[in-house]
C-alpha cells in the first residue's frame, strides 16, 4: 500500500467489503505457483496484503508469512488469520536484507506513484534471498489516476512492467492476463508476473 490518505481512507472504511470479495480461480492459480516455486517452509512478505486471505492462504500451504498493510484496518483483519505476523507500513518501510524466499505483492504496487515504482522495487530485489521469487498483480493500462471511488492508480502495460523489472535484477519466469471486478465494481483488465531475482543482481547488490 501507499500512503495517499485518500486511499487509505478508502480501504480503512471498506475493509470489511473487501474482506467477503472472494478469491477467483485465476488469484488461487497464481498463489498455487508462487508457492510451488518457493522451498518447502518458506519465508514469505505478503506486502500490501490487504485483510489477509493470500497470506492465510500461503500459510495453510506450509510457509511462514509475514504481512504488512498501510491501511490499520486492514492490518487488524489480517491479523485475525492464525500463523499470520501482520503489521501496518508503507512500501518505504521495507528495509529487510536477504530474509525473504518469496515477496507477494498482489494488486498492491499498483497505487504507489509510477516514479516511485523503482525504488520500490529495488527495496524487494535486496529484501530477497538469492534466486528469491517476487509475484506481482497490476492492472493494465496507461498513466495515472484515480477511480470512482478515490483510490490512487498507476497503469502499465505488460512491456512497461517487465522493463522495470529487469531493470531491478528480476527474470520473470511466469505471466498471467485477465479481467476482474475490482471494489469499485468495475470490470478492469489485469496481468500478474511472477520473476526469479537473478544470481547476477544479487552478486552486484
Sequence with gaps: MSADRETLSVYDAKAEEYASLTATDAEIKS????VNDLPRGAHVLDLGCGPGAN?????????KVDAVDASAEMVALAAKHDGVAAWQG????????AEYDGVWANFSLLHAPKGDMPAHLRR???ALKPKGIF???????????RDRIGRR???YEESELRGLLNAAGFEVIETMMGEGKGLDGLVAPWITLQAR???TKKASS
Excluded at 55 to 63: F, P, Q, R, Y
Excluded at 135 to 145: N, Q, V
Design 31 to 34: 498463489l498455487t505457483a508462487f
Design 55 to 63: 497470506a492465510a492462504d500461503m500459510t495453510k500451504l506450509g510457509c
Design 90 to 97: 508503507v512500501f518505504e518501510d521495507l528495509d529487510a536484507e
Design 124 to 126: 524487494i530485489a535486496r
Design 135 to 145: 509475484h506481482i498483480g497490476m492492472k493494465l493500462g496507461s498513466g495515472e489516476k
Design 153 to 155: 492508480y498507476s497503469y
Design 197 to 199: 531475482l537473478t544470481e
